[in-house]
């Protein structure tokens, strides 16, 4: 059990790489074809037709979540010619490097959740190092611990006192009676 925090810290590392890994290619190329599809209808342009104003096109699809107002030029381009537009975000996509950490959305979750129950289980058999420490301290058997359970020990209290300043200056202290 000597190795207990750096397997932790290990398991973390392990998943803050996973959190960060890119999606493959044909899973982008898939959102960008759920994309142009979304824009197609998007983008169709309103047609003015009257006998009174001159003919007028106007695309008016507007840029989603924009500080300013701004027309989505992509949605009028999907509309023309949602092939070519496909075909050039393929090309662009197929430009992007090949990521060798990239991972599919399932593949993702599944090493995602099977760290986290690693992470549990190994912070569970930390905690119990801790109060086993705690125990052999309070019967006055610090000497005799493992070396690793007193490191564990010494960083659980600490971090244990730091957390006791913390929430002394978090309450608000009221007045008895």
Same mark, same amino acid.
């Given at each position: 059990?000597?190795?207990?925090?750096?397997?932790?810290?290990?398991?973390?590392?392990?998943? *803050?790489? *996973?959190?960060?890994?890119?999606?493959?290619?044909?899973?982008?190329?898939?959102?960008a074809r759920s994309y142009c599809e979304a824009l197609i209808e998007?983008? &169709?342009?309103?047609?003015?037709?009257?006998?009174?104003?001159?003919?007028?096109?106007?695309?008016?699809?507007m840029v989603a979540g924009a500080w300013t107002g701004q027309q989505?030029?992509?949605?009028?381009?999907?509309?023309?010619?949602?092939?070519?537009?496909?075909?050039?975000?393929?090309?662009?996509?197929?430009?992007?490097?090949?990521?060798?950490?990239?991972?599919?959305?399932?593949? &993702?979750?599944?090493?995602?959740?099977?760290?986290?129950? %690693?992470?549990?289980?190994?912070?569970?058999?930390?905690?119990?190092?801790?109060?086993?420490?705690?125990? %052999?301290?309070?019967?006055? &058997?610090? %000497?005799?611990?493992p070396r690793e359970r007193k490191l564990v020990l010494r960083r659980?209290?600490?971090? &244990?006192?730091?957390?006791?300043?913390?929430?002394?200056?978090?309450?608000?202290?009221?007045?008895?009676?």
């Amino acid at each position: 059990m000597a190795r207990l925090p750096t397997r932790i810290a290990a398991i973390r590392q392990e998943r *803050v790489r *996973v959190q960060q890994a890119p999606p493959p290619k044909a899973d982008i190329k898939s959102k960008a074809r759920s994309y142009c599809e979304a824009l197609i209808e998007k983008g &169709r342009p309103t047609i003015v037709a009257t006998h009174e104003a001159p003919f007028a096109v106007n695309f008016g699809a507007m840029v989603a979540g924009a500080w300013t107002g701004q027309q989505d030029i992509a949605a009028a381009m999907c509309w023309l010619d949602p092939a070519a537009f496909a075909k050039r975000l393929n090309s662009e996509i197929d430009a992007m490097p090949q990521n060798e950490f990239s991972l599919s959305h399932r593949e &993702r979750m599944q090493r995602l959740r099977l760290a986290e129950q %690693d992470l549990f289980n190994l912070e569970c058999s930390e905690e119990l190092l801790i109060a086993q420490g705690e125990e %052999d301290v309070g019967r006055g &058997r610090r %000497d005799g611990l493992p070396r690793e359970r007193k490191l564990v020990l010494r960083r659980h209290q600490s971090k &244990r006192s730091e957390m006791a300043r913390l929430a002394s200056t978090l309450i608000p202290k009221f007045p008895a009676g």
